[in-house]
């Protein structure tokens, strides 16, 4: 669906800037564009986009700390200082883990929020056409 998505977007895109009809059909484009991009169906998806990437967002910073919180914990355990040195990198190495999986399923969460916005927003467009 991205690809449908981008395609009809470059398309609209193109004409736009490619377009020889000057300046009046480049604000008549845009006027529609506004009134496509201000309906309500609409907005209401780009709100359900925005609440759920803060709601994604969120969840990025607690990982953060916990992994801050384990490396921490580590490198103040019982032993000499080279095996709290060993301890608290393996747990960074595991918490940086952590961390990246946690940004890798937020950014996939978003993306996939974003797609189904697309969809619900193109068939809206369509049905109510």
Do not use: C
Request: charged content about 25%.
């Amino acid at each position: 669906m991205r690809g449908k998505a981008g395609l009809v977007l470059g398309l609209a895109v193109g004409y736009v800037l490619g377009t020889r009809a000057g300046r009046q059909r480049y604000e008549q484009i845009k006027t529609q564009w506004l009134k496509v991009w201000n309906a309500e169906p609409v907005q209401a998806q780009v709100d359900k986009v925005k609440d759920f990437a803060k709601s994604q967002a969120m969840a990025l910073p607690s990982t953060l700390w916990e992994s801050a919180v384990k490396v921490t914990q580590a490198a103040g355990a019982k032993g000499t200082p080279g095996q709290k040195l060993d301890a608290a990198l393996k747990v960074g190495q595991d918490s940086a883990d952590d961390v990246q999986k946690a940004a890798r399923t937020s950014t996939e969460a978003v993306k996939d929020a974003v797609d189904d916005v697309v969809d619900d927003v193109s068939e809206n467009g369509r049905g109510g056409a």
